[in-house]
C-alpha cells in the first residue's frame, strides 16, 4: 500500500513537474522564435522595402521604356548591389517574367505569377540551392511595366544563430520553411522531416529523439520559423527530479521494510510466541519458555500479563491435577473399601451358613470321640491317641467356625469397668503357652480401669496374645505386657520377642483374609480390631527397635464421661 | 431313685444317636424324638424326666415345643441347645422355663452335670 502511494504520488508528481517543465520550454521557446521571426521580418521588410523603392523609382520606369533600359537599368539595380553574400542576382523582368535587366545574371523568376504589390515568394528549391525572391512591381501609372526581382540564397544569419544560442542553448536549432510546409530548411539545406506542429507547438522524434517545437510566422512573408529544442534537455530536470522521488520512494519503502522488519521483530514476533505458548497452554501442555520482551511499550506489559496468566494457569492446572489425583486416590480406597465390603458381607452370610452347618456334624464327632473315648478303655494306647488328634482338629475347626461366625456377627457391646490387673489374670491363662516363653508384666500402678465390654475385649487380648506367641515360633524368649493409663485412656502392649512385621505387612494385617499362616482364615487381627474400635478404641501395631512386633490395644478408661 | 428317662430331641439323627449313647453311658435311659411335634407326643405318653432339645428344628422348633411341655407338664426339666439364637428368643425360653440354655459345641461334662443337677431338683 506504501509502495502504491508513493508510486502514485511519485507519478502525479513527476508528471506535473514534467508537464510544468514542458510548458516552460514551450513558453520560453515560442517565445524566443517569436523573437527571432520579429526580428528576420524587420529585416525582410527593410530589404523589400528597398526593392519597392527601386522599383517606384523614376529611373527604373525609364529603364523599362527606354531603348538603353538595359544599362539603365543596370544603373538603378546597382543601388540594390550586392549588399550581402546571399543575392544571387538582381533583375528587371517584364509582366511575362522575361528578364529585360539582370545585374548579374538572368535567372528565372521564382514566382508562379504577376503580382502587383512588392512580395517575398516562397522558398524554392533550385539544384543545391534553397532561394527566394524578393520582387516588386514597376508601374507606370496603372500599367505594369514589370519587376524589379532580387533572388537570394537562403543563408544562416550568424546573428540569428546567436541569438537562438544564447536564448535556448546550443542544442537549440532552427527551421524556416514556408507556411504551407512544401519546403523546409536548417539553413543549411532542405531537411527531409518538417516539423509537425499542432497549431504552434509540437512534440516530435527526429533521428530518435523527442523534440520539442515551437512555430512563429514571419509577418510579410509565406515563412514559418521553428525552433526545436530536444525535449530530455528540457526534461533533465523533472527527470532528476524523478529519480529523486524514486530514490526517496525506495528509501521510503526500504525504510517501511526495515521498520516492519523491526516491528515484526519487536510486536510480532512475541505475538506469535505468546500465540504459540497460549495454543500450547489451551491443548494441555506446558507453556514452554521464550524470549522475554524487554521493552516497556504495551507488548512488554502484554509479555508480562502473559507469562503471570500462564504460571497461575500452570499452577492451577497443577491444583487440579494434584486435586484431581488425591480424589481419585480416596474415590479409589472408598471404591476398595466397598468391593471388600461387599464381597465380605456375602462372604460372611456364606460364611455364617456353613460355619452354623458345620458345627453340627463337628458336634456329633466331638460326641463320638467322647464316646469312644469313655468306652475304649482297654484299647491300645495308639486309639487313644488318635482319638485326642481328632479331638484336637475338632477344636481347630470350631476355632476357625468361631472365628467366621465373631467376624460376621456384630454385636453391640455391653459395657462394663474392667479392672486391668484381674482382666489380664482372667485371660492370660485361657492361651497355652509353650514352655520357652516368659511373659512379663509392665503395669502402671494406679492403672484406671477399661470402660468395656469385657468379653468382646478378652477376645481382641487372647488373639493378639496367640499372635504374639505364633510369632515367636516356638523359639521362646519374653512377652511383654504393658499396660499405660494416659489422659481417659488405657494402653495395653503386647511386645514379642519374634522377627516383627514386614513393613509392606504393617497395615494389610489387619485386612480380612490377610494372612502369612498357612492356617487360618486370616479373619482373627480384623476381627480384633472391629471389636477394639467397637468398644471406641483401636488396634495398631508397630515393629520395635530391637525387631519384635508391638501390638497395641488403646481403649477408654473408665470414670470418664464423654 | 428314678428312673433317669431323658428326651433326646434334635433334627440331627446323628447328634441324637451320639448323645443317647453318651447319656446312657451315664446311666440315663434315653429316649428319641426328631422334632418339636414328636417331643410333644413323647412327653404325652409320660415316663419321661427330663428334656434335653436342640432349639432349631424344621416343623416346629424347640422353643414352641417348651411352651407347649411346659403348659402340659410344667414338673419336666427342660434343657435346650442352641449353636446361635437370637437373645430375645433364648430370653422368652428362660421366662417358659427351660432350666438352661446350653450353647454348641456341647461342652459335654457341662451337659451331664446341668443334667443331673435339673433331676435332682
Same mark, same amino acid.
Given at each position: 500500500?506504501?509502495?502504491?502511494?508513493?508510486?502514485?504520488?511519485?507519478? =502525479?508528481?513527476?508528471?506535473?513537474?514534467?508537464?510544468? @517543465?514542458?510548458?516552460?520550454?514551450?513558453?520560453?521557446?515560442?517565445?524566443?522564435?517569436?523573437? #527571432?521571426?520579429?526580428?528576420?521580418?524587420?529585416?525582410?521588410?527593410? *530589404?523589400?522595402?528597398?526593392?519597392?523603392?527601386?522599383?517606384?523609382? !523614376?529611373?527604373?520606369?525609364?529603364?523599362?521604356?527606354?531603348?538603353?533600359?538595359?544599362?539603365?537599368?543596370?544603373?538603378?539595380?546597382?543601388?540594390?548591389? &550586392?549588399?550581402?553574400?546571399?543575392?544571387?542576382?538582381?533583375?528587371?523582368?517584364?509582366?511575362?517574367?522575361?528578364?529585360?535587366?539582370?545585374?548579374?545574371?538572368?535567372? +528565372?523568376?521564382?514566382?508562379?505569377?504577376?503580382?502587383?504589390?512588392?512580395?517575398?515568394? &516562397?522558398?524554392?528549391?533550385?539544384?543545391?540551392?534553397?532561394?527566394?525572391?524578393?520582387?516588386?512591381?514597376?508601374?507606370?501609372?496603372? *500599367?505594369?511595366?514589370?519587376?524589379?526581382?532580387?533572388?537570394?540564397?537562403?543563408?544562416?544569419?550568424?546573428?540569428?544563430?546567436?541569438?537562438?544560442?544564447?536564448? =535556448?542553448?546550443?542544442?537549440?536549432?532552427?527551421?524556416? %520553411?514556408?507556411?504551407?510546409?512544401?519546403?523546409?530548411?536548417?539553413?543549411?539545406?532542405?531537411?527531409?522531416? !518538417?516539423?509537425?506542429?499542432?497549431?504552434?507547438?509540437?512534440?516530435?522524434?527526429?533521428? %530518435?529523439?523527442?523534440?520539442?517545437?515551437?512555430?512563429?510566422?514571419?509577418?510579410? !512573408?509565406?515563412?514559418?520559423?521553428?525552433?526545436?529544442?530536444?525535449?530530455?534537455? =528540457?526534461?533533465?530536470?523533472?527527470?532528476?527530479?524523478?529519480?529523486?522521488?524514486? %530514490?526517496?520512494?525506495?528509501?521510503?519503502?526500504? %525504510?517501511?521494510?526495515?521498520?516492519?522488519?523491526?516491528?515484526?521483530?519487536?510486536?510480532?514476533?512475541? #505475538?506469535?510466541?505468546?500465540?504459540?505458548?497460549?495454543?500450547?497452554?489451551?491443548?494441555?501442555?506446558?507453556?514452554?519458555?521464550? &524470549?522475554?520482551?524487554?521493552?516497556?511499550?504495551?507488548?512488554?506489559?502484554?509479555?508480562?500479563?502473559?507469562?503471570?496468566?500462564?504460571?497461575?494457569?500452570?499452577?492451577?492446572?497443577?491444583?487440579?491435577?494434584?486435586?484431581?489425583?488425591?480424589?481419585?486416590?480416596?474415590?479409589?480406597?472408598?471404591?476398595?473399601? #466397598?468391593?471388600?465390603?461387599?464381597?465380605?458381607?456375602?462372604?460372611?452370610?456364606?460364611?455364617?451358613?456353613?460355619?452354623?452347618?458345620?458345627?453340627?456334624?463337628?458336634?456329633?464327632?466331638?460326641?463320638?470321640?467322647?464316646?469312644?473315648?469313655?468306652?475304649?478303655?482297654?484299647?491300645?494306647?495308639?486309639?487313644?491317641?488318635?482319638?485326642?488328634?481328632?479331638?484336637?482338629?475338632?477344636?481347630?475347626?470350631?476355632?476357625?467356625?468361631?472365628?467366621?461366625? @465373631?467376624?460376621? *456377627?456384630?454385636?453391640? $457391646?455391653?459395657?462394663?469397668?474392667?479392672?486391668?490387673?484381674?482382666?489380664?489374670?482372667?485371660?492370660?491363662?485361657?492361651?497355652?503357652? $509353650?514352655?520357652?516363653?516368659?511373659?512379663?508384666?509392665?503395669?502402671?500402678?494406679?492403672?484406671? $480401669?477399661?470402660?468395656?465390654?469385657?468379653?468382646? =475385649?478378652?477376645?481382641?487380648?487372647?488373639?493378639?496374645?496367640?499372635?504374639?506367641?505364633?510369632?515367636?515360633?516356638?523359639?521362646?524368649?519374653?512377652?511383654?505386657?504393658?499396660?499405660?493409663?494416659?489422659?481417659?485412656?488405657?494402653?495395653?502392649?503386647?511386645?514379642?520377642?519374634?522377627?516383627?512385621?514386614?513393613?509392606?505387612?504393617?497395615?494389610?494385617?489387619?485386612?480380612?483374609?490377610?494372612?502369612?499362616?498357612?492356617?487360618?482364615?486370616?479373619?482373627?487381627? !480384623?476381627?480384633?480390631?472391629?471389636?477394639?474400635?467397637?468398644?471406641?478404641?483401636?488396634?495398631?501395631?508397630?515393629?520395635? $527397635?530391637?525387631?519384635?512386633?508391638?501390638?497395641?490395644?488403646?481403649?477408654?478408661?473408665?470414670?470418664?464421661?464423654? | 431313685?428314678?428312673?433317669?428317662? /431323658?428326651?433326646?430331641?434334635?433334627?440331627?439323627?446323628?447328634?441324637?444317636?451320639?448323645?443317647?449313647?453318651?447319656?446312657?453311658?451315664?446311666?440315663?435311659?434315653?429316649?428319641?424324638?426328631?422334632?418339636?411335634?414328636?417331643? /410333644?407326643?413323647?412327653?404325652?405318653?409320660?415316663?419321661?424326666?427330663?428334656?434335653?432339645?436342640?432349639?432349631?428344628?424344621?416343623?416346629?422348633?424347640?422353643?414352641?415345643?417348651?411352651?407347649?411341655?411346659?403348659?402340659?407338664?410344667?414338673?419336666?426339666?427342660?434343657?435346650?441347645?442352641?449353636?446361635?439364637? +437370637?437373645?430375645?428368643?433364648?430370653?422368652?425360653?428362660?421366662?417358659?422355663?427351660?432350666?438352661?440354655?446350653?450353647?454348641?459345641?456341647?461342652?459335654?461334662?457341662?451337659?451331664?452335670?446341668?443334667?443331673?443337677?435339673?433331676?435332682?431338683?
Amino acid at each position: 500500500l506504501l509502495t502504491v502511494a508513493i508510486a502514485t504520488f511519485g507519478a =502525479v508528481a513527476y508528471t506535473a513537474v514534467r508537464r510544468s @517543465d514542458l510548458d516552460t520550454a514551450w513558453a520560453r521557446l515560442q517565445n524566443v522564435t517569436e523573437r #527571432l521571426a520579429a526580428t528576420t521580418r524587420v529585416s525582410m521588410a527593410d *530589404r523589400l522595402r528597398r526593392v519597392r523603392e527601386v522599383a517606384e523609382d !523614376s529611373a527604373t520606369v525609364a529603364a523599362f521604356q527606354s531603348a538603353e533600359g538595359l544599362s539603365a537599368g543596370r544603373r538603378v539595380l546597382s543601388r540594390l548591389g &550586392p549588399d550581402t553574400g546571399a543575392a544571387i542576382t538582381t533583375m528587371l523582368q517584364d509582366p511575362a517574367g522575361h528578364t529585360v535587366a539582370a545585374l548579374e545574371r538572368e535567372v +528565372a523568376g521564382l514566382f508562379a505569377e504577376r503580382r502587383d504589390t512588392a512580395a517575398v515568394s &516562397p522558398i524554392v528549391v533550385r539544384g543545391d540551392s534553397l532561394l527566394l525572391e524578393f520582387s516588386a512591381p514597376v508601374h507606370e501609372g496603372n *500599367r505594369l511595366l514589370g519587376h524589379v526581382v532580387q533572388l537570394r540564397t537562403l543563408r544562416s544569419a550568424p546573428a540569428v544563430v546567436k541569438t537562438l544560442n544564447e536564448l =535556448v542553448g546550443s542544442e537549440a536549432k532552427l527551421y524556416i %520553411g514556408n507556411r504551407d510546409g512544401s519546403v523546409w530548411t536548417d539553413l543549411v539545406e532542405q531537411v527531409r522531416q !518538417s516539423p509537425t506542429l499542432a497549431g504552434n507547438r509540437g512534440r516530435y522524434l527526429r533521428e %530518435g529523439r523527442m523534440m520539442l517545437a515551437t512555430s512563429a510566422p514571419i509577418g510579410g !512573408s509565406p515563412y514559418l520559423f521553428v525552433v526545436e529544442f530536444p525535449e530530455d534537455r =528540457v526534461l533533465a530536470k523533472s527527470r532528476s527530479l524523478l529519480w529523486i522521488l524514486v %530514490g526517496i520512494g525506495a528509501l521510503i519503502i526500504g %525504510g517501511g521494510a526495515l521498520a516492519g522488519w523491526l516491528l515484526t521483530r519487536r510486536i510480532t514476533i512475541p #505475538l506469535a510466541e505468546m500465540t504459540a505458548a497460549a495454543e500450547r497452554i489451551s491443548s494441555g501442555a506446558a507453556a514452554g519458555t521464550f &524470549p522475554p520482551v524487554t521493552t516497556e511499550d504495551e507488548i512488554g506489559r502484554l509479555d508480562q500479563s502473559f507469562r503471570v496468566m500462564a504460571e497461575s494457569v500452570r499452577q492451577a492446572r497443577e491444583n487440579l491435577e494434584e486435586q484431581v489425583r488425591d480424589r481419585t486416590r480416596a474415590l479409589e480406597l472408598t471404591r476398595d473399601a #466397598l468391593v471388600r465390603k461387599e464381597r465380605m458381607a456375602v462372604l460372611g452370610q456364606l460364611a455364617s451358613s456353613v460355619g452354623h452347618e458345620l458345627r453340627n456334624p463337628l458336634g456329633v464327632i466331638s460326641n463320638v470321640v467322647y464316646y469312644l473315648n469313655a468306652t475304649l478303655k482297654n484299647t491300645p494306647g495308639r486309639v487313644h491317641e488318635h482319638l485326642r488328634i481328632l479331638s484336637e482338629q475338632v477344636k481347630l475347626a470350631e476355632k476357625i467356625i468361631a472365628d467366621i461366625l @465373631d467376624f460376621t *456377627r456384630a454385636k453391640p $457391646p455391653e459395657v462394663s469397668e474392667v479392672p486391668i490387673a484381674q482382666f489380664l489374670d482372667e485371660q492370660i491363662p485361657r492361651v497355652t503357652l $509353650p514352655s520357652g516363653i516368659r511373659i512379663e508384666r509392665d503395669l502402671d500402678p494406679d492403672l484406671a $480401669p477399661m470402660q468395656v465390654d469385657r468379653v468382646q =475385649v478378652g477376645q481382641v487380648f487372647i488373639n493378639v496374645l496367640t499372635n504374639a506367641v505364633q510369632a515367636m515360633d516356638g523359639k521362646g524368649g519374653i512377652l511383654t505386657i504393658r499396660a499405660r493409663s494416659d489422659h481417659g485412656r488405657v494402653r495395653l502392649e503386647v511386645e514379642d520377642d519374634g522377627p516383627g512385621v514386614p513393613d509392606e505387612h504393617l497395615e494389610r494385617i489387619f485386612e480380612p483374609l490377610f494372612t502369612t499362616k498357612s492356617r487360618g482364615f486370616g479373619l482373627g487381627l !480384623s476381627v480384633s480390631r472391629s471389636l477394639a474400635q467397637a468398644n471406641g478404641g483401636d488396634l495398631t501395631v508397630s515393629n520395635a $527397635p530391637d525387631g519384635g512386633a508391638i501390638f497395641v490395644i488403646d481403649l477408654p478408661a473408665a470414670g470418664v464421661t464423654v | 431313685m428314678k428312673d433317669r428317662t /431323658i428326651l433326646v430331641v434334635d433334627d440331627d439323627p446323628g447328634m441324637v444317636e451320639t448323645l443317647c449313647d453318651i447319656l446312657e453311658l451315664h446311666g440315663w435311659h434315653p429316649v428319641r424324638a426328631y422334632d418339636g411335634a414328636e417331643a /410333644i407326643a413323647m412327653v404325652r405318653e409320660g415316663e419321661i424326666d427330663v428334656v434335653l432339645m436342640d432349639v432349631r428344628m424344621p416343623r416346629m422348633s424347640g422353643a414352641e415345643a417348651l411352651r407347649a411341655i411346659k403348659a402340659r407338664h410344667p414338673e419336666i426339666p427342660v434343657v435346650l441347645v442352641t449353636a446361635m439364637a +437370637a437373645q430375645e428368643v433364648l430370653n422368652q425360653a428362660e421366662r417358659d422355663g427351660a432350666v438352661r440354655i446350653l450353647k454348641k459345641p456341647l461342652d459335654l461334662p457341662l451337659m451331664l452335670q446341668v443334667l443331673e443337677q435339673a433331676i435332682a431338683a
